[in-house]
């Protein structure tokens, strides 16, 4: 059964994501962030992302999927994430009922343990796909990105009547460079699979606007409802996992407690094995800035 809990701004539904999509009108959300797991055996506490088959896996995604586009404005947007194994199957599903605008790359650098004897991977595929292709919300203004031309000085465009600098921001292409989020840094969870707020803020600011709804069905730690909140969207929230939830009520400001828990942040706080004290272990937001400044 599902439950519900409403904040002022956001809404989470705790249970099955095709349950709890029911209670939402059709055509009423404005965007859709949507991070299913992506059977892989990942552990998302109680859950084990595991399917039989490709196919079976794609078959359950397919379900969600049209119920997604189904909650979708006219205007909507829907962007999808998956494994690059099963997001084939994602794309040739989705190019026949919603227009497939962008192939987005989410490039970041691995900290674990390099591939000796492949390539590995590097990346996660996001398809940006829109109902109308005529009508949609994209903010480029709000987006812009620095453009990186490889030169020391400014280039100047001599074709222009009166010759003038090249523009020196620009919308970013379809590949993304965005650190993962990382122990230390201050937006950490304890969940295997969040993403992070600069991937969301991205989307958000592109593909709604102020006091729109946004909707994701596997919020996981929250992030989309997190950044829709302090971008001044509606949000909606889904996820199966109490564990998952509590992170959710309390990131998003709807409730103290659950159950009678206290719901706290995790304390990063530690003591150094040297024994030179006690010290903080969130990086500082001006540090954690520089690690947002890449983009391609
Ligand atoms: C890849 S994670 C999402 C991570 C999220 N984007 C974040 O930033 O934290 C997928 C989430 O889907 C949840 N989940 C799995 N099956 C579900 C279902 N049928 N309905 C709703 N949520 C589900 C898992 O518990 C997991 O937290």
Redesign the pocket.
């Known amino acids: 059964m599902t439950e519900r809990y409403e904040g002022a701004d956001a809404t989470i539904f705790h249970?099955?994501?095709?349950e709890?999509l029911n209670s939402i009108p059709d055509a009423s959300v404005d965007l859709i962030?949507a991070?299913?797991?992506?059977n892989i055996g990942?552990k998302?506490?109680e859950?084990k992302?595991s399917w039989p088959s490709d196919l079976a896996y794609a078959e359950w995604c397919y379900q969600?999927l049209a119920v997604c586009i189904s909650k979708l404005k006219l205007t909507g947007s829907l962007y999808v994430?998956t494994s690059t194994q099963a997001m084939p199957y994602l794309d040739l599903w989705l190019r026949k009922r919603i227009n497939i605008l962008s192939r987005i790359v989410w490039h970041y650098d691995s900290s674990g343990v390099q591939a000796k004897k492949y390539f590995g991977s590097l990346y996660e595929p996001i398809l940006h796909c829109v109902k109308d292709a005529k009508n949609y919300t994209f903010n480029a203004a709000d987006i812009e990105v620095e453009a990186r031309t490889g030169a020391v000085r400014k280039l100047i465009d001599y074709r222009k009547e009166v010759p003038a600098p090249y523009k020196t921001t620009k919308v970013p292409g379809n590949i993304w460079y965005l650190p993962r989020v990382r122990y230390r840094m201050s937006e950490y969870?304890e969940?295997?699979?969040?993403?992070p707020e600069s991937l969301?803020e991205r989307i958000i600011k592109a593909s709604s606007n102020s006091s729109d709804l946004v909707l994701?069905?596997?919020?996981?730690?929250?992030?989309?409802c997190a950044v829709a909140q302090r971008l001044g969207r509606r949000s909606i929230g889904?996820?199966?996992?109490a564990e998952?939830v509590k992170i959710g009520l309390r990131r998003l400001g709807i409730a103290t407690h659950f159950n009678g828990e206290s719901l706290q942040a995790l304390d990063k706080t530690y003591i150094r094995k040297n024994g030179n004290g006690i010290k903080g272990g969130v990086i500082a937001k001006k540090e954690q800035g520089r690690l947002f400044d890449a983009n391609i």
Do not use: N, R, V
Not at 15 to 18: A, I, P, S, Y
Not at 191 to 195: E, G, R, T
């Open positions: 249970g099955d994501c095709l709890a962030f991070d299913p797991p992506y990942k998302f506490s859950f992302d969600w994430m969870e969940h295997p699979s969040q993403k969301l994701d069905p596997f919020s996981g730690t929250f992030t989309t889904i996820e199966l996992q998952y």
